[in-house]
């Protein structure tokens, strides 16, 4: 069973859509992210969201919102896409907030907005 | 505040030679550290990790890592590299609040 998992995998859309990522982890763990890998593989941390506490990473625009209906889905929600959106998308979780623990990550959602 | 470097943000070798891949690390506290591997159309994966304890740490597909305070490195090495080895590298570092990724290193394996 995969641990992290996340759909669509692949999301060809047009400006001024609105999408959505689901993602689900079977792990048990207490925290999950957003992240978003740009064309030259960079990483950047967009979310990272436990029971208690969502931090958001200030230079996201709030076009993207999380929404999470319980401890083991953290769902990606992106209003008026625009074509700096293309990237693919990581979701991630781990057993405590970021830190010291490993993360686990999702097999990415590749976002082609057209 | 901490941050990752990558030494190169390719590197090419031939199949049987020795895979280095240079990673460089600022930590105000003793940090945690990370290798983790991509292969094309994934999500990344845990190659290895230093937490505490023995510096040389060993990992997946025959990969190890050295974490040298001294010198801040955590370089990641394998003795002969194989075709599937080709892919994109992350090293990261975390401490008690967040964990920061380098920019990768993609490693190509000519045959």
């Known amino acids: 069973d995969t641990a992290v998992s996340q759909t669509p995998k692949y999301l060809v859309t047009q400006m001024g859509n609105d999408k959505s990522i689901k993602c689900e982890q079977n792990l048990g763990h207490d925290t999950m992210y957003w992240y978003k890998q740009d064309s030259k593989k960079f990483l950047k941390i967009m979310f990272s969201y436990n029971n208690k506490e969502l931090i958001i990473n200030e230079t996201v625009p709030n076009r993207f919102s999380p929404k999470s209906p319980d401890k083991a889905h953290l769902n990606l929600h992106i209003n008026s896409l625009e074509l700096g959106d293309s990237a693919v998308y990581f979701c991630a979780s781990s057993q405590e907030s970021q830190g010291r623990n490993t993360i686990y990550f999702g097999e990415g959602s590749w976002l082609t907005v057209v | 505040a901490q941050s990752v470097t990558q030494l190169g943000s390719h590197v090419s070798v031939s199949e049987g030679a020795l895979v280095l891949l240079r990673c460089n690390y600022s930590?105000?506290?003793?940090?945690?550290l990370f290798w983790y591997v991509q292969y094309p159309n994934q999500g990344l994966q845990l190659l290895l990790k230093?937490?505490?304890?023995?510096?040389l740490v060993k990992g997946i597909n025959g990969f190890e890592a050295e974490f040298k305070k001294s010198e801040t490195s955590f370089h990641l090495t394998k003795p002969s590299a194989h075709m599937s080895d080709a892919a994109e590298y992350f090293c990261?570092?975390?401490?008690?609040?967040?964990?920061?990724f380098g920019a990768g290193t993609r490693l190509t394996v000519k045959p």
């Open positions: 990261a570092v975390s401490d008690d609040n967040d964990m920061r």
């Open positions: 230093y937490t505490t304890g023995a510096t």
């Open positions: 930590s105000s506290v003793p940090p945690y």
